[in-house]
């Protein structure tokens, strides 16, 4: 069995409100069959029915008791949440974050990766502005990271190198022509709106984006 049908098999066996609530019980600790059944006020034999298909999806594990042999506990495999996880990547050289003005979203992004990550990190645009905004700067400060606004904004074309993880972070850069990248994050662009609640929205996206994706980096 590959490692994808095998999440296959522990999806399809968790999407199932009873069993679901089982493992849910199994994470906090081990338990008898009659103790799930008492808990969950199921009867015997729907409680062997799903025992049975979490164990041939090799989610749970049986122990013997020490003290009543007679007994068995239930138990979660240790690993079963690491193979829900989508598999690892491996680690870029260098995230490379790409937006139109490279004032914004992909300034955002570079310093929200530079406080999550060992990964080195960069940051371009594909039309460059004069100079960073404002807003974006106050936004990272009010987040307790900081932009560095006396560097001015940069053409991907300077800053592009092999073996550059380059993300767009927005729609115009990705759709641009000849335009190269790796992944592709679709963030509004706060500047249209200009507020702070913008600018704090664009925030929150790249950080639950950043976050996710530097948890599935190998350790260089």
Do not use: K
């Amino acid at each position: 069995m590959s490692e994808l049908e095998r999440r296959v098999a522990i999806f399809a066996a968790l999407a199932d409100q009873t069993r679901l609530r089982i493992v849910d019980l199994l994470t906090l600790g081990d338990l008898s069959s009659s103790e799930i059944g008492s808990t969950l006020a199921l009867r015997s034999n729907l409680i062997a029915h799903h025992l049975g298909v979490l164990e041939s999806a090799h989610i749970i594990t049986r122990t013997r008791s020490d003290f009543d042999r007679r007994r068995s506990y239930i138990g979660l495999r240790p690993e079963i949440f690491d193979t829900l996880a989508p598999p690892s990547v491996e680690p870029p050289r260098r995230v490379l974050f790409v937006c139109t003005a490279n004032s914004a979203r992909s300034q955002l992004a570079e310093t929200i990766w530079r406080d999550v990550s060992p990964i080195e990190v960069a940051s371009a645009g594909t039309r460059p502005a004069a100079s960073v905004s404002p807003l974006a700067a106050a936004t990272a400060l009010r987040h307790g990271l900081a932009i560095d606004s006396s560097r001015p904004p940069r053409h991907i074309d300077e800053v592009r190198a092999d073996g550059d993880l380059v993300i767009t972070v927005c729609d115009d850069a990705h759709e641009r022509p000849h335009m190269r990248d790796d992944l592709h994050w679709s963030v509004s662009d706060p500047a249209r709106i200009g507020t702070p609640a913008a600018f704090d929205e664009a925030f929150d996206t790249l950080q639950l984006r950043i976050r996710a994706l530097s948890s599935r980096l190998i350790a260089a």
